[in-house]
């Protein structure tokens, strides 16, 4: 053959950093889009520990890779050893997005509150986030992208509570006068007055246990959602439905935060719609 090997280009890859990383669903998700658009690119799985976080992040460049999506443990990591970070990424805490340039540096980013935001969007376009206050539950790393993407959308008022009340009190510090932090005991009368109620936390997941606060106090029309996708229904969002609550599940935040970095990868903006939503399901 008289084909120079060097004139051939590079085929793109990408892939997710974690420990443990097996369970993840964006391989699936990924390779559902390379191959819905005909793109020549992979998206690999690799567990990486901590000790080798840095190393490996500054290698795989140079084996092809264009960028890694980064996931626990290593998303505060991730951001202390990227060269650019933007305004959002700072202001969560951490990155979930990498882009490796052709300058050779690492470009941090965080779109886990987009992609919640186009979740509401797309699975609820009526919601007014506008309309009064936002109850979220939790205060971990995904509260922080949650309330960030709140307060830019215009939620006039944030009642947050968390089980270990002190990681409430730091959102409340770094987000300003807008959070106003519920004690946990007390979580459930924060429902009363909320128009959107986000469960950030792990409770109702599968192997963990129920999210336990009482929900009567939630309001017919209030637009409820759980960032737990297993299982795609849970009791908050069951009980939420039988009192006329609009309900959306976890799985399109992570659908619809996969799409900008897929972008920038692969140079293509994939939609989020019923078929990716089946590939990544079955």
């Known amino acids: 053959m008289s084909t120079d ?12 950093i974690g420990s443990p990383i097996a369970h993840s669903k964006s391989p699936v998700l990924h390779g559902h889009w390379l191959k819905t658009y005909g793109i020549r690119g992979f998206y690999i799985p690799m567990d990486v520990s901590a000790e080798h976080l840095a190393e490996v992040l500054r290698a795989l460049p140079k084996a092809g890779f264009v960028g890694v999506n980064v996931t626990i443990p290593h998303k505060e ?14 202001l969560i805490g951490a990155a979930n997005t990498l882009i490796f340039r052709k300058d050779g540096k690492i470009h941090a980013d965080n779109t886990d509150g987009y992609g919640f935001i186009e979740n509401l969007r797309q699975n609820a376009p009526e919601w007014n986030p506008a309309a009064g206050p936002a109850a979220v539950l939790g205060a971990g790393g995904a509260a922080r992208a949650v309330v960030a993407s709140l307060l830019d959308v215009g939620v006039p008022e944030i009642l947050i509570s968390n089980r270990t009340r002190i990681r409430a009190d730091v959102l409340q510090h770094d987000f300003g006068k807008r959070l106003r932090v519920v004690d946990w005991v007390q979580a459930g009368n924060m429902l009363e007055d909320a128009t959107t109620v986000v469960n950030t936390t792990s409770l109702g997941m599968v192997g963990k246990p129920e999210l336990r ?26 009980v939420a439905q039988e009192m006329g609550c609009v309900t959306v599940d976890g799985l399109g935040m992570l659908l619809h935060q996969a799409v900008p970095g ?3 990868w692969f140079g293509q903006r994939p939609t989020v719609d019923a078929a990716t939503r089946a590939a990544v399901l079955k």
């Open 77 to 90: 990591a991730a951001l202390e050893i990227a060269d650019l970070v933007t305004d959002r990424a700072t």
């Open 262 to 264: 897929f972008e920038r």
């Open 213 to 238: 606060i009482p929900l009567d106090g939630l309001q017919k029309g209030a637009l409820v959602t759980d960032l737990v996708y297993a299982p795609l229904q849970t009791r908050l969002l069951r």
């Open 5 to 16: 090997a060097k004139s051939l280009p590079r085929i793109p890859l990408a892939g997710v």
